[in-house]
């Protein structure tokens, strides 16, 4: 787990609420601290969506960032910000598997539960933090150690300036 201090907030904010570099994310959580305090549960709720709209439209356990950014980005814009917001995304059973192999990682899949990112923002001040959730216990750090790599080369892929606290 790595924490990484966000240099330009607003080139940040523009690419997670506005452009496309974060879509590929699921949502585990939202909260956002304005008037009141705005929270999404992302989880996908059970019968709403029939099983064959399920299965056309590849919906899983939880709604992809794509889908909630439109609510998320109504309750940050405006002229004044928010004092708070807490946003934890999840990388995709599918990306989360290739990420596996490609860094040769001996966890089984069926042990990673979640590749996380917690993004804050609080006292003029944005944070990521990456995390991990495995089923067994372990010592073995290589999959917290290769995460936090991975999304380090992430940022600066996408042109995001950090400084890791």
């Avoid at 960032?65 to 917001?85: E, Y």
């Avoid at 067994?136 to 996408?158: A, I, P, S």
Wanted: aromatic letters at 14%.
């Amino acid at each position: 787990m790595i924490s990484v201090k966000i240099e330009d907030i607003k080139s940040f904010t523009s690419k997670l609420f506005v452009g496309e570099v974060f879509d590929h994310f699921l949502v585990k959580e939202v909260s956002v601290s304005t008037y009141n305090i705005f929270t999404i549960d992302g989880t996908i709720k059970n019968g709403y969506y029939s099983k064959e709209e399920m299965e056309e439209q590849g919906i899983g356990t939880y709604s992809t960032w794509t889908a909630l950014k439109p609510f998320c980005f109504s309750m940050v814009k405006g002229k004044r910000l928010p004092t708070s917001f807490r946003i934890i995304l999840l990388m995709p059973e599918d990306e989360t598997e290739r990420f596996l192999s490609t860094k040769n990682i001996g966890f089984p899949k069926e042990q990673v539960k979640g590749l996380y990112v917690n993004i804050r923002y609080e006292d003029e001040k944005l944070t990521c933090i990456t995390g991990t959730s495995v089923s067994v216990f372990t010592m073995d750090k290589t999959l917290d150690e290769e995460w936090d790599n991975g999304f380090k080369g992430f940022l600066k892929q996408n042109q995001i300036p950090f400084e890791e606290e």
